[in-house]
C-alpha cells in the first residue's frame, strides 16, 4: 500500500506542475493544449508502458474486444469520461469556470469515498475518519460561499468515480485500459489541433518546441503513477489522497498571483488538515510494514 500512496502524491505534485504549465504555453487556448497534450503524451505513454512491462494488456485487451464485441461501447464510453476531464482541466481556468472545477475536485474524493462503501463495500480507518470529517468541514464551507453545484463541478465530481467503477467492471483498469482511452481520444485532439488558430511558432514563440514535448512527458508520467495508485490502493483511500491535488492547484494559483479570500480560509485550511492525517497514516503503514520485515 505504501508504494500506491507514494505514486498517488506524485502524480498529484505532476498535475500541479502541469496546471502551472499551461500558464506559460500562450499563445495556445485550452482546446489546443488539450489537443497537443493528447497528441504528444500518448507516444510517451507507449514508451513508459513498455518499459514497464504493462504493453502485455494491450493485446490482451483487444483479444477481449474480439471476443466481446459488446464490450467496444462501454471502452468509449470510459475514453469519453476521462477525456472529458483532461479537456476541462484546461478548459475550465481559461473560461470562467476554475472556481467551479476546482470545486469539483475537492468534492471528488467524498464521492470517491462514498462510490468505495456504496460499490465496494470499504470500510475506513480511525485517521481516515478524521481526514474524511475535516474534508466534508472544508468542503461545506466551499458550498456556503459558492451557493451550490454548477454542472462543471458536477462533471468533475462525479465523472471520475464513474470512470474508474466502469474500468474495473469491465476489467481493464491497467494501464492498457489508459493507452486504449488516450488513443480514442487522437481524433479528437487532431481536431482541435487543427481548428485553432495556426501559430508561427518560429516568428512567435520558438521556444513551444521544448515546451510542449516536456508537456508530453509530464502528463504521461502523471497518467501513469495515477493509474497505478488506482490499482494498488482501496478505493476510498485513493479517494482521500486525491485531496493532494486541489491542494497543490491552489498553491499553483497562488504562485501565479491569486489571493485566498477570508472566508476560504476556512475551506482550505481543514483540507490541509485533512492531507496532514492522510500522510501520518501513510507514514504509519510503512513503519507498520517496516516492523513485520
Given at each position: 500500500?505504501?508504494?500506491?500512496?507514494?505514486?498517488?502524491?506524485?502524480?498529484?505534485?505532476?498535475?500541479?506542475?502541469?496546471?502551472?504549465?499551461?500558464?506559460?504555453?500562450?499563445?495556445?487556448?485550452?482546446?489546443?493544449?488539450?489537443?497537443?497534450?493528447?497528441?504528444?503524451?500518448?507516444?510517451?505513454?507507449?514508451?513508459?508502458?513498455?518499459?514497464?512491462?504493462?504493453?502485455?494488456?494491450?493485446?490482451?485487451?483487444?483479444q477481449r474486444l474480439r471476443a466481446q464485441p459488446a464490450l467496444i461501447p462501454c471502452v468509449a464510453v470510459t475514453s469519453f469520461l476521462v477525456g472529458?476531464?483532461?479537456?476541462?482541466?484546461?478548459?475550465?481556468?481559461?473560461?470562467?469556470?476554475?472556481?467551479?472545477?476546482?470545486?469539483?475536485?475537492?468534492?471528488?474524493?467524498?464521492?470517491?469515498?462514498?462510490?468505495?462503501?456504496?460499490?465496494?463495500?470499504?470500510?475506513?480507518?480511525?485517521?481516515?475518519?478524521?481526514?474524511?470529517?475535516?474534508?466534508?468541514?472544508?468542503?461545506?464551507?466551499?458550498?456556503?460561499?459558492?451557493?451550490?453545484?454548477?454542472?462543471?463541478?458536477?462533471?468533475?465530481?462525479?465523472?471520475?468515480?464513474?470512470?474508474?467503477?466502469?474500468?474495473?467492471?469491465?476489467?481493464?483498469?491497467?494501464?492498457?485500459?489508459?493507452?486504449?482511452?488516450?488513443?480514442?481520444?487522437?481524433?479528437?485532439?487532431?481536431?482541435?489541433?487543427?481548428?485553432?488558430?495556426?501559430?508561427?511558432?518560429?516568428?512567435?514563440?520558438?521556444?513551444?518546441?521544448?515546451?510542449?514535448?516536456?508537456?508530453?512527458?509530464?502528463?504521461?508520467?502523471?497518467?501513469?503513477?495515477?493509474?497505478?495508485?488506482?490499482?494498488?490502493?482501496?478505493?476510498?483511500?485513493?479517494?482521500?489522497?486525491?485531496?493532494?491535488?486541489?491542494?497543490?492547484?491552489?498553491?499553483?494559483?497562488?504562485?501565479?498571483?491569486?489571493?485566498?479570500?477570508?472566508?476560504?480560509?476556512?475551506?482550505?485550511?481543514?483540507?490541509?488538515?485533512?492531507?496532514?492525517?492522510?500522510?501520518?497514516?501513510?507514514?504509519?503503514?510503512?513503519?507498520?510494514?517496516?516492523?513485520?520485515?
Amino acid at each position: 500500500m505504501s508504494k500506491g500512496i507514494v505514486l498517488s502524491i506524485l502524480a498529484s505534485c505532476l498535475f500541479g506542475v502541469l496546471y502551472y504549465f499551461t500558464s506559460v504555453l500562450w499563445p495556445l487556448n485550452g482546446q489546443e493544449i488539450f489537443g497537443w497534450r493528447i497528441l504528444i503524451s500518448l507516444p510517451f505513454m507507449t514508451l513508459f508502458i513498455c518499459l514497464s512491462g504493462d504493453w502485455k494488456w494491450v493485446p490482451l485487451i483487444f483479444q477481449r474486444l474480439r471476443a466481446q464485441p459488446a464490450l467496444i461501447p462501454c471502452v468509449a464510453v470510459t475514453s469519453f469520461l476521462v477525456g472529458l476531464q483532461l479537456w476541462m482541466f484546461m478548459w475550465g481556468p481559461l473560461n470562467g469556470h476554475g472556481l467551479d472545477v476546482s470545486l469539483g475536485y475537492f468534492l471528488l474524493p467524498l464521492t470517491m469515498i462514498l462510490t468505495g462503501r456504496i460499490v465496494y463495500g470499504e470500510r475506513l480507518s480511525r485517521l481516515q475518519k478524521i481526514a474524511t470529517a475535516l474534508a466534508v468541514v472544508g468542503v461545506a464551507n466551499e458550498l456556503y460561499r459558492t451557493g451550490g453545484f454548477s454542472w462543471t463541478t458536477l462533471v468533475v465530481a462525479i465523472g471520475y468515480p464513474m470512470y474508474f467503477v466502469l474500468r474495473k467492471k469491465i476489467g481493464i483498469d491497467n494501464l492498457g485500459g489508459l493507452w486504449l482511452d488516450m488513443l480514442l481520444m487522437v481524433p479528437v485532439a487532431l481536431w482541435f489541433v487543427l481548428a485553432g488558430e495556426h501559430v508561427d511558432l518560429d516568428a512567435q514563440r520558438p521556444l513551444l518546441f521544448a515546451l510542449v514535448p516536456l508537456m508530453g512527458i509530464i502528463s504521461a508520467a502523471a497518467g501513469f503513477a495515477y493509474i497505478l495508485a488506482s490499482r494498488l490502493l482501496p478505493f476510498s483511500l485513493f479517494g482521500l489522497l486525491s485531496y493532494v491535488e486541489p491542494v497543490l492547484l491552489v498553491a499553483v494559483a497562488l504562485l501565479l498571483g491569486d489571493s485566498l479570500e477570508e472566508g476560504q480560509w476556512l475551506t482550505y485550511g481543514p483540507i490541509w488538515l485533512a492531507v496532514g492525517v492522510l500522510v501520518l497514516e501513510g507514514l504509519k503503514h510503512v513503519s507498520r510494514q517496516r516492523r513485520s520485515l
